[in-house]
């Protein structure tokens, strides 16, 4: 199997870079610049079947086509991360996986700062995924970069399924990501976690739209901004695919937002950081004013972004800087 890229495993505190430039991948993102099909292809050579030249002349995949965005991240999975099993049920959502490494290296940081400017590292450090998804694609990529231990949790047994089948087909991940079932689709923390467990960080991608024809009408608009909308053409929900629970609630992200920063606080012992990304700008106000009243004591905002998409990254604890110490001390030494 070709090897990733090299890297520094243990960066020195001063080169803790934290501020990508607006449009930029975080410095420790592996995909950086152009793809390198060739390469990609040698690893998995499906992807040959779908490769096409843009109009610059360069090759590329049609971001369009959902078979393609799968296939995509198949040889990306394989390449960079070393995952040689990985498939999604026809309809799922079949994530960017630059922006999701981003997510990830984002979280490394913000632990480090925790932590004299040292990333932890190993199964020590766990992670709760909400939303994992039939993809799975968060646990994959921080087990690979970190060694975290992750769960992941969905409302969707099938979602499920399709994660498990993932893990198991890679002998990499035994043991390193457990995955759990939300019973209640009204609730996000309460009824997930076990009384006695504790995680380093919670991470979240809401669901954005707040019903299947929101999330319709969004998608029809974008391709008519491309130029792409053809009448003859069945087009996907998304570009990147997607199932109900993975794109749309009632109220939408806001109304997500708001249960988890209720829900955080009730679990507030349990977890060092909370996070989330949020789509919409104006959401972020909205949550930092839910958070002030749950009893956050410190926000943290990151600014994301992955060409001309933008993002943000919001992560709140409930706990001072005494206190994470302590909880540094006693989990991560």
């Known amino acids: 199997m070709p090897q990733p890229p090299k890297r520094p495993r243990k960066p020195a505190p001063a080169a803790l870079k934290t501020a990508p430039n607006k449009g930029e991948l975080h410095p420790r993102n592996r995909h950086q610049g152009r793809y390198d099909f060739p390469a990609l292809i040698k690893v998995s050579p499906e ?35 070393g995952i040689e099993h990985w498939d ?10 630059p922006g999701r490494a981003d997510y990830l290296h984002n979280l490394a940081d913000l632990l480090a700062s925790d932590n004299d400017g040292q ?28 060694g975290w231990h992750f769960v992941g949790a969905d409302i969707a047994a099938e979602a499920l399924a399709s994660a498990r089948a993932i893990v198991q087909n890679n002998a990499q991940l035994a043991g390193a990501i457990e995955l759990r079932q939300q019973g209640n689709a009204e609730h996000i923390f309460l009824g997930l976690l076990q009384s006695n467990e504790c995680f380093d960080l919670s991470l979240c991608n809401p669901p ?12 029809t608009r974008k391709w008519r901004n491309l130029g792409k909308l053809d009448p003859k053409r069945k087009l996907p929900v998304l570009n990147f695919g997607g199932q109900a629970a993975e794109l749309w609630c009632p109220g939408g992200e806001a109304e997500f937002l708001k249960r ?3 829900e955080s606080a009730q679990v507030a012992d349990q977890v060092l950081w909370f996070s989330s990304l949020v789509s919409k700008s104006s959401n972020v106000q909205l949550l930092q004013g839910w958070l ?23 992560a709140w604890t409930f706990k001072d800087a005494q206190q994470r110490s302590a909880w540094r001390d006693n989990r991560w030494r």
Do not use: W
């Open 292 to 314: 002030a009243k749950a009893g956050a004591v410190e926000v943290r905002t990151l600014g994301m972004s992955q060409g001309q998409k933008q993002s943000r990254l919001v």
């Open 119 to 146: 990333i932890p590292r190993g199964e020590n450090l766990r992670a709760l995924d909400i939303g994992v998804g039939a993809n799975c694609i968060y646990p994959l990529i921080g087990r690979c970069e970190y």
């Open 208 to 219: 954005f739209h707040t019903s299947a024809a929101e999330a319709s009408s969004g998608s």
């Open 47 to 81: 992807l040959g079947h779908f490769v096409i030249t843009n109009p610059y002349g360069k090759p590329s995949i049609d971001f369009a086509n959902p078979a393609a965005v799968k296939v995509f991240n198949r040889a990306l999975l394989r390449q960079y991360y």
């Open 88 to 97: 999604i049920p026809e309809g799922y959502l079949c994530p960017p996986i």
């Open 260 to 262: 988890m920063a209720s």
